[in-house]
């Protein structure tokens, strides 16, 4: 059964940094892409970050670009988000998704989500 | 970024069909995919590349439409499907969600 498990949230002051974990079971963590998506408390949803296989590729959008970076550990099946600078607008529920087919770029699986709160 | 245009919310009677619909602001080919997210869980992925069902997901789920234009359609609607429905397109740089339809049995 595949699982992902998301971990670091909480509450933290504008400006400051945080990071989130994502532990990955169930399938060959190495051989797929994965991805962090966010949402806004009663909003939609918002793709924050890709990364490839090996983790020698990664994707943002403008909104995060320079201040949050993903890598992977494929030796511990996680994949993180490392967030800088943070404003109140990040403020959301994150969660890790799978691949499902590479270049395709759907999500066949989520984790549970991590709340991130952003306030001073 | 492509903008991805949905109704707010439905209602509709247990056994009945019912079709969310999702405009794209520009082709996307057949790359939309859709999504249920029910209160208080994360979503899960019903229809990729427009008519795709996904593993484990009921045939009464069916997809439909290329270019801009795609419906997710539900028949016959359960009480379980009260849920909030989103598509998404990943043809164009950004991947972006549509706003969501919010589906209520009447």
Same mark, same amino acid.
């Given at each position: 059964e595949v699982q992902l498990v998301e971990t670091g949230g909480g509450l933290v002051q504008p400006g400051r940094s945080l990071k989130l974990s994502c532990v990955a079971s169930g399938f060959t963590f190495s051989s797929y892409w994965m991805y962090w998506i966010r949402q806004a408390p009663g909003k939609g949803l918002e793709w924050v970050s890709s990364i490839n296989t090996d983790g020698g590729s990664t994707y943002y959008p403008d909104s995060v670009k320079g201040r949050f970076t993903i890598s992977r550990d494929n030796a511990e099946n996680t994949v993180y988000l490392q967030m800088n600078?943070?404003?109140?607008?990040?403020?959301a529920t994150y969660y890790c998704a799978k691949d499902l087919?590479?270049?395709?770029?759907?999500?066949d699986y989520w984790g549970q989500g991590v709340m991130v709160t952003v306030s001073s | 970024d492509t903008v991805l245009t949905q109704s707010p919310a439905l209602a509709v009677s247990p056994g009945e069909r019912v079709s969310i619909s999702c405009r794209a602001s520009e082709g996307v080919n057949s790359y939309m995919h859709w999504y249920q997210q029910k209160p208080g869980q994360q979503p899960k992925l019903l229809?990729?590349?427009?008519s795709n069902l996904a593993s484990g %997901?009921? &045939?009464r789920f069916s997809g439909s439409g290329s270019g801009t234009d795609f419906t997710l359609t539900i028949?016959? %609607?359960? &009480?379980?499907?009260?849920a909030t429905y989103f598509c998404q397109q990943?043809?164009?740089?950004p991947p972006t969600f549509g706003g969501g339809t919010k589906l209520e049995l009447k």
């Amino acid at each position: 059964e595949v699982q992902l498990v998301e971990t670091g949230g909480g509450l933290v002051q504008p400006g400051r940094s945080l990071k989130l974990s994502c532990v990955a079971s169930g399938f060959t963590f190495s051989s797929y892409w994965m991805y962090w998506i966010r949402q806004a408390p009663g909003k939609g949803l918002e793709w924050v970050s890709s990364i490839n296989t090996d983790g020698g590729s990664t994707y943002y959008p403008d909104s995060v670009k320079g201040r949050f970076t993903i890598s992977r550990d494929n030796a511990e099946n996680t994949v993180y988000l490392q967030m800088n600078s943070l404003r109140s607008e990040d403020t959301a529920t994150y969660y890790c998704a799978k691949d499902l087919i590479r270049r395709v770029w759907a999500f066949d699986y989520w984790g549970q989500g991590v709340m991130v709160t952003v306030s001073s | 970024d492509t903008v991805l245009t949905q109704s707010p919310a439905l209602a509709v009677s247990p056994g009945e069909r019912v079709s969310i619909s999702c405009r794209a602001s520009e082709g996307v080919n057949s790359y939309m995919h859709w999504y249920q997210q029910k209160p208080g869980q994360q979503p899960k992925l019903l229809i990729y590349k427009a008519s795709n069902l996904a593993s484990g %997901v009921p &045939a009464r789920f069916s997809g439909s439409g290329s270019g801009t234009d795609f419906t997710l359609t539900i028949d016959p %609607v359960e &009480a379980d499907d009260t849920a909030t429905y989103f598509c998404q397109q990943s043809w164009n740089d950004p991947p972006t969600f549509g706003g969501g339809t919010k589906l209520e049995l009447k």
